[in-house]
Structures are given as structure tokens and as C-alpha cells.
């Protein structure tokens, strides 16, 4: 049991530049989420879903796309980098909506 | 890990006292909530939860309370010790709409003083 596994954990992109942070949960939870964390910010709600198939929009969802194919993968997608998305990324997960969640342990991305 | 908590507002306690950590949330509707704690270079941590309904709600060498009148949680922690030391987060949610919205405060930096 893995828990919830985020890929990779250090990522350094041009501006411009696409690409796709992974997460992958092993404990069967319905619910996912994506976060990034700023320095004096706390956390901020990027996506998330409550199941395969269904997703909605967080609190900054924009220059982000996520999709759920599987109840395990959760990928995030970043269309064309931009330096204010230099940050580090939290996947989370959770089989119910009143359990607490499951983080993995974080990418590092920085655009420059 | 450690630039996460650049600007944090920082609460320093002698080991073995106790500590009291503040949150004020911001949406009088929300009706669970949830500390995390948070090492440095790791993610968020489950603590412990309580649901709008009540306003205390212990755990090992942890308690919370809630304030529904003005919007406050605290998290008390017994004989601090070492290993304490992190950022803690209070997250709330409105679960009784059936959203999935988590939104987090921005932290409290404990540093534990030997």
C-alpha cells in the first residue's frame, strides 16, 4: 500500500513548456484533489474529483486541466507554463468527503 | 520544503508546555473542519477533525475547539515536545452541500524549544 505516489518530485520548466504532473492512489478513494502551495499562502484548491469521470474546479483552476479515467489516476496538466505557476503541487485523496485527507509528498515546480 | 513557510506567523513553546494553535475560517456555513500538520519537505498531515456540531473534540496529547460565533477553531497541543515542531493548517468545508471544497488557512509555524 503506496498511498498516494506524485511524480516527479522536482520539475523545472521554460515558459512555454507543457507538461503533466502525475498522481496515483492505491487505497481506492473515490475523491481526489490538486493543490499548490506559495510561500505565506497555505494551500489553494487547483481541481478536483469525486470519482472517475467527474471533475470541477477549485480555487485557481486556470492554466490547469485534470482528468479521472481510473478511480487511481488523477494527472494534472500544465498547458503553457508561466513563471506564477512556479510553486509545489499536493495531490490528495480521501474515500470519503469526512475523512481527512491523504497527501503525497509534493512536486517541486519551478518556470523559468 | 522550508520556503513553504517563508511569512508564516510563528508560535515558539518550551518542550513539555502546551500549545495553542488559532485558525479563523472563513465561511460561517462551513460545517467540518479539519488541523493538519505539515514537516518540512512532506506533505499535510491528518490531526484530527470536528464537525460543526460539536465544539470540543479530543485526541492523543490533542484537542480541539470550535467557535461557530466567531468563526474559530484552536488546536491544543499537550506537553509539546520536539518531534511537534511544523506547520499546522486548519481547512474547513461545507460537506452538507455535497462539495468537496476544501479551502485551507494559511498556517501556523510551532517551533519547539528545548
Known amino acids: 500500500n503506496a498511498g498516494v505516489t506524485q511524480t516527479p518530485k522536482f520539475q523545472v520548466l521554460k515558459t512555454g513548456q507543457s507538461m503533466t504532473l502525475q498522481c496515483a492512489q492505491d487505497m481506492n478513494h473515490e475523491y481526489m484533489s490538486w493543490y499548490r502551495q506559495d510561500p505565506g499562502m497555505g494551500l489553494r484548491l487547483i481541481h478536483y474529483s469525486v470519482g472517475a469521470g467527474i471533475t470541477d474546479q477549485g480555487e485557481v483552476p486556470n492554466g490547469y486541466n485534470v482528468s479521472r479515467s481510473t478511480t487511481e489516476d488523477f494527472p494534472l496538466r500544465l498547458l503553457s507554463a508561466a513563471p506564477s505557476q512556479t510553486s509545489v503541487y499536493f495531490c490528495?485523496?480521501?474515500?470519503?468527503?469526512?475523512?481527512?485527507?491523504?497527501f503525497g509528498s509534493g512536486t517541486r515546480l519551478t518556470v523559468v | 520544503g522550508e520556503s513553504v513557510g517563508l511569512h508564516l506567523p510563528t508560535l515558539s513553546v518550551q518542550e513539555g508546555d502546551n500549545s495553542i494553535i488559532n485558525c479563523a475560517y472563513s465561511?460561517?456555513?462551513?460545517?467540518?473542519f479539519i488541523w493538519y500538520k505539515q514537516e518540512s519537505g512532506k506533505g499535510p498531515q491528518f490531526i484530527i477533525d470536528?464537525?460543526?456540531?460539536?465544539d470540543k473534540r479530543q485526541g492523543q496529547r490533542v484537542t480541539v475547539l470550535l467557535n461557530k460565533t466567531v468563526k474559530h477553531l484552536s488546536l491544543q497541543i499537550a506537553a509539546t515536545q520536539p518531534g511537534d515542531s511544523a506547520v499546522y493548517f486548519c481547512?474547513?468545508?461545507?460537506?452538507?452541500?455535497?462539495?468537496?471544497?476544501?479551502?485551507f488557512g494559511t498556517g501556523t509555524r510551532l517551533k519547539v524549544l528545548a
Open positions: 490528495a485523496s480521501s474515500y470519503r468527503v469526512t475523512d481527512g485527507y491523504t
Open positions: 465561511n460561517s456555513a462551513s460545517d467540518y
Open positions: 481547512a474547513e468545508n461545507l460537506v452538507a452541500s455535497g462539495t468537496y471544497k476544501y479551502i
Open positions: 470536528i464537525r460543526s456540531n460539536m
